[in-house]
């Protein structure tokens, strides 16, 4: 059994580190004292659909690394399929249709080749539903090591918020300084640009002018870097600074309300404070 204690302040200092060198250094030593012989933690801060972004930590060997970064394997890793579709931890032992396809049996080969023996990847999602995981591997795979991982996972579950929480706090400022947070009406008029509504049907909505409406588009391209609306809408989602306003901006007005009928509803000018704020 791990002292309960003890894991835990181990986990906590790791909030002192000040660098993802650091901080990869630190996650090292202490899985290792606690017998796990590797670990891989990754972050998709993409801003992209196309040219991923992954801030990662792990222990695993460079070759191996550099090949699965150089062949685009996390499109087709099934441990990172599964952090994104689930949300409880997966024991690789216990997932017989992990490998469903040739290429996912492939990286799975690829990680047993590396060293890793029984395993665990807890799935994580960062604040904007970023998906991110952590997975711990022992050596061999014997029932002591399965044994070990059943006994941490209570630990595990908070070393993987943790590590998630330290990288984003030593990777939020220069992850991509070309974009700027948008402000409320920015992300609503982006919400409900999304739903294909036009500038004068933002206005009508959001009880503003299509000029306003346009305005504020025009200044979340500037600051998410974006060349046009739908860009903005893409980048702005990625980011993790639209998807809570487009529910939100329902809620405000009815859920029974269709916005599209809604248009000629004088009520639409007449909502709270925060509806009626100038621009």
């Not at 990172?80 to 579709?85: G, K």
């Amino acid at each position: 059994m791990f002292p309960h204690a003890p894991v835990i302040e181990r986990i906590e200092l790791l909030n002192r580190l000040s660098t993802l060198e650091r901080l990869n250094i630190g996650l090292d030593a202490l899985l290792r004292e606690y017998g796990f012989a590797f670990y891989f933690f990754g972050l998709d801060q993409s801003l992209s659909l196309v040219r991923p972004e992954l801030t990662s930590l792990h222990n695993l060997p460079a070759e191996w690394f550099q090949r699965y970064l150089a062949e685009h394997q996390m499109h087709s890793d099934p441990t990172v399929r599964y952090a994104r579709e689930h949300a409880l931890p997966l024991l690789w032992r216990d997932a017989d249709d992990l490998a469903s396809d040739p290429p996912a049996t492939q990286i799975l080969q690829g990680y047993r080749d590396a060293g890793l023996g029984a395993a665990c990847t807890l799935p994580l999602k960062a604040p904007g539903g970023a998906p991110c995981w952590l997975t711990l591997g022992c050596d061999s795979d014997d029932q002591t090591s399965h044994a070990r991982l059943h006994e941490f996972m209570p630990f595990a579950l908070l070393l993987a918020t943790t590590v998630l929480d330290c990288c984003l706090r030593l990777t939020r400022p220069a992850a991509h300084p070309e974009t700027v947070d948008l402000n409320t009406r920015e992300r609503d008029c982006l919400a409900w640009a999304s739903e294909g509504m036009t500038n004068a049907e933002i206005g009508a909505v959001l009880g503003i002018s299509d000029r306003t409406a346009i305005y504020h588009i025009a200044s979340a391209c500037r600051k998410l870097g974006a060349r046009n609306r739908q860009h903005a809408v893409t980048r702005a989602m990625l980011s993790g600074q639209l998807g809570g306003s487009a529910s939100m901006t329902r809620a405000r007005y009815g859920k029974q309300r269709d916005p599209a009928r809604s248009l000629s509803t004088p009520r639409l000018h007449t909502g709270d404070s925060a509806t009626q704020s100038s621009p």
